[in-house]
């Protein structure tokens, strides 16, 4: 079966590293792909960011003429766009849930609402489209808040404020400066929950929901998060945040109510529900839905699966996820983001890359290229998430410790990486 996977990342690296090894997987194809990716299939000019007729014309095109049988479209972005629906055909295979279903992602303000109808516990919000209506809601609390931008903003359009005064600011960043375009056209605020951060993602064919094993994603930019969100630093699976019980949970009160209110709405969902959780005193609370794999989650959960992921994806398009065998390495992963300096903010690109052969050698590690391209045999940075180092390990320190040694042999001009993934639960 010939595949093509939609992105850029180190989320769609890792998916083709893992499809690759699939005894049905024949030709790979990226489109876009990066410096990476070319080393295991044939990287496409076809860039899935705005979706339109020209774009699903060609992936249309390229599909037929290639004998592509399966699309597995990582980004958000298309999914949000109606990317799914658009190239559905007989015969073809497009693992990701269609736009209905995605809009849980594109549409944190709707979201919140079908939460509310659903009962599934998160925290108290209210929406705002209007810019003077946000800041007297602001200006009439005294607690910290979380201000969200509705739309989608790659990961960053989540301020913590521990007063109104940095809300305000969010607010204004978000609204009137338009930070992130017509992402911010409504904005979310909502309380600040306090607790451990948890990152539950599930296949759904419709009808089953399989939990994969759960992560712990690191968001901020610095040592100790601290410092502005960002895409995402760095994860690691599994986490002893998470046992059974709470996993039994979370299954019971927040994936299967939103599948099944999607469902009354007619909205069947096929593809990665993926819950954003706070562990908070008073139990679970969903921060937010995103509808594909995470991001970097994936490349931690993909070093650990065993199974054919491929078939995992077919199963999950034809409705047959009650039928898979999926387990776990009980090693530990690591995955350490290195990233452009100066991001999330401003960066520069182009720097080489030096190192990668080395990192390449050592036992456990396997390094997923995110933000690279490769250059007449040079490979350099083309992005603010660079590379995505991931190692194996017997325990969370040890996976720790063999991927952070992976990093210090890997050089690029301005580039940096926190030490410190997994420190929330090392510390506890």
């Known amino acids: ?45 076809i860039d899935p960011e705005t979706v339109n007729t020209k774009l699903v014309d060609q992936i249309d095109y390229f599909c037929r003429h290639n004998q592509v049988e399966m699309v597995v479209i990582g980004p958000e972005d298309p999914l949000a766009q109606g990317l799914a629906d658009r190239l559905a055909q007989p015969g073809r295979y497009v693992f990701g849930p269609v736009k209905a279903a995605a809009r849980l992602e594109g549409d944190k303000a709707w979201a919140k609402q079908l939460m509310r109808a659903a009962s599934v516990p998160t925290a108290e919000a209210r929406a705002f489209s209007d810019y003077d209506a946000a800041v007297t809601y602001i200006e009439s609390r005294e ?51 306090l607790g451990q951060e948890l990152s539950v993602l599930a296949l759904v064919d419709g009808r089953n929901i399989f939990v994969l094993d759960p992560a712990q994603d690191h968001k901020q930019v610095g040592e100790g998060d601290k410092g502005p969100n960002t895409g995402g630093m760095g994860a690691y699976s599994p986490t002893p945040l998470c046992d059974d019980e709470l996993m039994t949970t979370i299954q019971r009160e927040v ?76 090693r530990c992963c690591c995955c ?68 952070n040694a992976a990093c210090e042999t890997i050089h690029f001009e301005g580039g940096f990486y926190r030490h410190d993934i997994g420190f929330r639960v090392m510390k506890a």
């Open 255 to 330: 994936l299967v109510p939103v599948v099944d209110a999607l469902r009354r709405d007619d909205v069947v969902f096929q593809g990665v529900l993926y819950a954003g959780m706070m562990l908070t005193t008073g139990g679970p609370r969903v921060l937010e839905f995103n509808t594909r794999f995470g991001d970097p989650e994936t490349q931690a959960l993909m070093m650990r699966l065993r199974g054919d992921l491929l078939e995992i994806m077919i199963a999950t398009c034809e409705g047959r996820l009650d039928e898979v065998d999926l387990s776990w390495d009980p």
């Open 336 to 403: 350490v983001v290195m990233a452009s300096g100066g991001y999330p903010g401003a960066y520069a690109k182009g720097k080489p890359i030096a190192g990668l052969d080395e990192a390449a050698k050592l036992a456990d590690v396997q390094v997923f290229h995110a933000g690279t391209k490769a250059d007449k045999g040079q490979v350099l940075t083309a992005g603010g998430r660079v590379l995505n180092v991931c190692a194996l390990g017997k325990d969370l320190q040890e996976a720790q410790r063999k991927a």
């Open 143 to 193: 607690t910290s808040m979380v201000v969200k931008a509705s739309g989608l903003a790659k990961g960053k359009g989540v301020s913590v404020c521990d007063s109104p005064a940095e809300a305000l600011e969010a607010v204004k960043r978000i609204m009137k400066d338009r930070e992130f375009g017509a992402a911010g056209d409504t904005v979310v605020i909502e309380e600040k929950l």
């Open 1 to 45: 079966m010939n595949i093509l996977i939609l992105g850029s990342g180190g989320r769609e690296h890792a998916l083709g590293w893992k499809l690759k090894q699939s005894k049905r997987c024949g030709k790979l194809f990226f489109g876009p792909g990066n410096g990476g990716t070319a080393s295991i299939g044939e990287n496409i000019a």
